[in-house]
């Protein structure tokens, strides 16, 4: 089989692809609070401003950079990879900066113009970071996820996350490393060979005025089909239209065009632990479909144009407090990066 990146693009409109392997993610833990890190960079808390629209302009913590030496690093990521993308200086698109502006616009303001980010990381976006940590650490290297995902969890003991009621650290630790371990026993005899892993991709696309970027989790062959996959931590499975319609596989399913299927791989936080897979296909009409979306959105973007859509996501979302007025809480919960 001819690897992944060897391969020509199978559709027009994509004339270059530019792909490369890199470490991505790291957690730091500081003064009691995770926070996530991007290549190059740490961080001190320090007092900003920041401006909420034109009618009150609370103070909030900021992040900048320090020096090398007294970064206090242990590993890390976020639970979306591609936040480390938007840390790059050079405009760009993803799919989530685009699904996060077709989710809410305002929600887009405040995390891509504002930059603001929660003070206290979720319990639960951490734990899926590790999660991929392990994983990629896995097809990397060979190293055990089980392990790596209980060392890794280990060092966040201390370290303040947000829990909700049903949550705790030893639970996580339990169902991550019972997790890790079912994959490495039940699932990975079923794969073959792994082509990328965590694999960054920029494609230059005719229509749109900026580069598309994203980083694939896995480029695998899989029950003997190359596929390109993405790793999910979830409460419970998705539903066979959630992968047949996902414009994330159809985004990353953009830099492998090869690849004969798109998958998710489910890691299902149930207290026994189940590992779901669903594949779907892709082409070209379907990348084309996503791509003329996206064009639609950039141009949204570019634009300024930004407004609140409410709905069952506000409940979700951490800038709530920012919507609803609450400046005391804005300022407890928000902090704004450099
Ligand atoms: S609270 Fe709702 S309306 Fe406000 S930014 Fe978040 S998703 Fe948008």
């Not at 005899?189 to 900026?210: C, I, N, Q, Y």
Request: proline share 6%; with cysteine.
């Amino acid at each position: 089989m001819t690897p992944p990146e060897k391969a020509k693009p199978a559709w027009k409109g994509v004339p270059q692809r530019n792909v490369r392997e890199e470490p991505t993610r790291r957690a730091a833990p500081l003064g009691g609070r995770v926070f996530f890190l991007f290549p190059g960079t740490s961080l001190i808390p320090s007092i900003g401003n920041t401006h909420f629209g034109s009618t009150w302009e609370p103070t909030l913590w900021s992040v900048t950079p320090f020096p090398q030496e007294l970064r206090l690093v242990i590993w890390l990521l976020a639970q979306d990879s591609e936040e480390i993308l938007d840390r790059e200086t050079t405009p760009h698109l993803s799919y989530s900066r685009i699904n996060r502006y077709l989710t809410c616009p305002e929600q887009y303001r405040l995390y891509y113009v504002e930059k603001l980010r929660p003070k206290v990381e979720s319990a639960g976006l951490v734990f899926g970071a590790l999660v991929h940590v392990a994983l990629a650490d896995l097809f990397r290297s060979g190293a055990d996820p089980a392990d790596t995902f209980r060392r890794e969890w280990g060092n966040l003991k201390q370290i303040e996350l947000r829990y909700n009621s049903r949550e705790s650290w030893e639970d996580f630790l339990a169902k991550g490393q019972n997790l890790l371990k079912k994959f490495l026993e039940e699932e990975v005899p079923k794969m073959g060979r792994a082509f990328g892993v965590e694999r960054k991709f920029e494609l230059a696309v005719t229509s749109l005025a900026l580069p598309f970027v994203g980083i694939v989790d896995l480029v695998a062959e899989v029950e003997g089909r190359l596929a390109v996959v993405d790793f999910k931590t979830a409460a419970s499975d998705y539903q066979d239209h959630e992968v047949e319609l996902s414009d994330q596989l159809t985004a990353y399913w953009a830099a492998v065009p090869e690849a004969e299927r798109v998958a998710l791989c489910v890691l299902v936080k149930t207290k026994e632990p189940r590992i779901e897979w669903h594949f779907a296909e892709r082409d070209a009409g379907r990348l084309a479909e996503y791509l003329a979306k996206v064009q639609i959105i950039s141009e949204d973007i570019a634009a300024g144009t930004f407004y609140k859509r409410p709905g069952r996501h506000c409940g979700y979302c951490d800038f709530l407090p920012v919507c609803l007025g609450d400046r005391k809480k804005a300022q407890q919960t928000l902090l704004k990066i450099a």
